[in-house]
């Protein structure tokens, strides 16, 4: 029974660690992951940093080993004052073009946009985000790890500045 086991944990993680040359959707791959990461406060003053620490997760296509193209979803947990919390959630679409240097690692320039929910107690704005970046990603068959640094922009927010993100991610690539 030990035995059976032991092989069987041994082909899984030969499975999902080795490296492939076909692709699951011809000359597209899906990549799916989880985020975790941190955000600089995006404005100018004294208040609250609506950003923070935060989770989320993205998925896309890459066509061609090269074009991304997906969807982005992160909620950054903010702060509080004087008891009232501030949280922003944001989503939207991303592109970039992933530059393959060894066959396991992706350099990927690319660029987010799409509406960011301020939240302050009760009371909620929202506005535009760009979020141009680079992306790191290693892949070990089908799981990826990684991590990306951006430039976070609101042209609507009065008063703002640039902010900083940096994330880590997790994910399958199929």
């Known amino acids: 029974m ?8 041994l082909a899984s993680i030969a499975i ?3 490296t492939r040359t076909a692709h699951a959707l011809g000359p597209i791959d899906l990549e799916v992951g989880a985020k975790a990461g941190v955000g ?6 004294d208040g609250p940093n609506p950003l923070g620490f935060g989770l989320g997760g993205r998925a896309g296509v890459v066509l061609l080993d090269h074009l991304y193209g997906g969807v982005n979803v992160m909620y950054y947990l903010g702060d509080s004052q004087n008891g ?19 066959e396991i690692l992706t350099i990927r320039p690319q660029v987010g946009l799409g509406n960011a929910t301020f939240s302050a107690g009760n009371a909620s704005n929202s506005n535009l ?5 680079v992306t790191g ?3 070990l068959g089908m799981l990826f790890v990684g991590a990306d640094a951006n ?21 399958l690539k199929f």
Do not use: D
Request: hydrophobic content about 45%; proline content about 5%.
């Open 129 to 133: 985000y760009v979020e141009p970046g």
């Open 84 to 102: 009232v919390s501030f949280n922003t959630l944001m989503y939207g679409v991303e592109a970039g073009w992933g530059l393959k240097l060894l």
């Open 151 to 171: 430039v976070l922009v609101f042209p609507g927010l009065a008063n703002s500045n640039a902010a900083f993100t940096l994330h880590g991610q997790v994910g």
């Open 40 to 45: 600089t406060k995006p404005y100018n003053g």
């Open 16 to 18: 999902v660690t080795s």
């Open 2 to 9: 030990h035995r059976t086991a032991w092989i069987f944990g």
């Open 137 to 139: 990603l290693v892949s």
